[in-house]
Structures are given as structure tokens and as C-alpha cells.
């Protein structure tokens, strides 16, 4: 049974920053690609970024130098760090993984992302 529990989440003033950690349970922890999606209120979720086991990583084109992903393989932790936090940024941020070790799926298929965090709500005020 995978399982991904996030947390880190929390309100921040606009050019604030937050880091996202997503602790994963129930394999070993390079046989997915890893990632972050967010949804925010009446839009679809929408990839962030991802990053395959050996730290290849990508980007959405709206967090290109402000977020930043890596992970920590002995401990089975993922994170986000997330500066220059804009309104526009506050979602639910979701932990995810799908595809393969050396394979991350294009952000624009998030079906491909098999398994989902609960999420943790990111609030960024003007």
C-alpha cells in the first residue's frame, strides 16, 4: 500500500516562502517518479514539478526559479521549497508519484500520476 502524507502548508504574505515535505510510505522510494501537483479553487489541477530518481527534474513554466524540488532518498522524503510566494500560487499542493524510476510523465498528464497525497493548502495573501 503506498502512501503519501504531505505537510508544511500554511499561509504566507506575498515574496514569503514555505517548504513542502511529503513522507512516503509502503516502497522503496526510487521506483516512482516524484512530484507536486496543486489545485486551486475552481481550476483543475496542474502540475508543478517533478523529479525521477536520479534528479532529473521539471518544472511548471510559472514556478521556473522560484520553486524548487529535491528529495532525500535514504529517508523517503520529497520536498518543495517554495520562495517569492505569489498570490496566484495559494492551492491545495498535492504530493504524487507515478511513471517509473528513470521516467517522469510530462506535467500535462496527471493521470499518469497513479498515486495522491491528501494534500496540504498553501494560502499566499496580497
Known amino acids: 500500500q503506498v502512501q503519501l502524507v504531505e505537510s508544511g502548508g500554511g499561509s504566507v504574505q506575498a515574496g514569503g516562502s514555505l517548504r513542502l515535505s511529503c513522507q512516503v510510505f509502503?516502497?522503496?522510494?526510487?521506483?516512482?517518479?516524484m512530484g507536486w501537483f496543486r489545485q486551486a479553487p475552481g481550476k483543475e489541477r496542474e502540475g508543478v514539478a517533478v523529479?525521477?530518481?536520479?534528479?532529473?527534474?521539471i518544472y511548471a513554466d510559472s514556478v521556473k526559479g522560484r520553486f524548487t524540488i529535491s528529495q532525500d532518498n535514504g529517508q523517503n522524503l520529497l520536498y518543495l521549497q517554495m520562495n517569492s510566494l505569489k498570490p496566484e500560487d495559494t492551492a491545495m499542493y498535492y504530493c504524487?508519484?507515478?511513471?517509473?524510476?528513470?521516467?517522469?510523465?510530462?506535467?500535462?498528464?496527471?493521470?499518469?500520476?497513479?498515486?495522491w497525497g491528501q494534500g496540504t493548502q498553501v494560502t499566499v495573501s496580497s
Open positions: 509502503g516502497y522503496t522510494y526510487r521506483r516512482y517518479c
Open positions: 523529479i525521477d530518481s536520479e534528479g532529473f527534474k
Open positions: 504524487v508519484a507515478g511513471g517509473g524510476a528513470y521516467y517522469c510523465p510530462p506535467l500535462s498528464r496527471r493521470f499518469e500520476y497513479n498515486y
